[in-house]
Nanobody, 126 residues
């Protein structure tokens, strides 16, 4: 049983930083693509960032490029999202996701996600 458990959400001031973690278990993730999506109130879920577990290639949405960094720790089976220079528009529930069939980081799409985490709320105050 694959499990993705997010942590690290909370309240942060605009311009500040926050780090999200996603601990993965239940299967070998070495051939997967993992990433983050977010959903703000009244809006559709959108892609944020992804990382190919093997090789570490990454991909970012234009809205977070240069501010967010995705990384993974092989020993801990954990993916991180370092959020810097956050803005009020970054406020959302952030979801960790995994696709075991994707071959590239930019191939992670909502419709193809195999498993989702429960989500963690990030609120950016202005």
């Amino acid at each position: 049983q694959v499990q993705l458990v997010e942590s690290g959400g909370g309240l942060v001031q605009a311009g500040g930083s926050q780090r999200l973690s996603c601990a993965a278990s239940g299967r070998t993730f070495s051939s997967s693509v993992m990433g983050w999506f977010r959903q703000a109130p009244g809006k559709e879920r959108e892609f944020v960032s992804a990382i190919r577990w093997s090789g570490g290639a990454t991909y970012y949405a234009d809205s977070v490029k240069g501010r967010f960094t995705i990384s993974r720790d092989n020993a801990k089976n954990t993916v991180y999202l370092q959020m810097n220079s956050v803005k009020p528009e970054d406020t959302a529930v952030y979801y960790c996701a995994v696709d075991f069939r994707a071959r590239t980081a930019w191939g992670l799409q909502i419709a193809a996600v195999d498993y989702w985490g429960q989500g963690t709320q990030v609120t950016v105050s202005s």
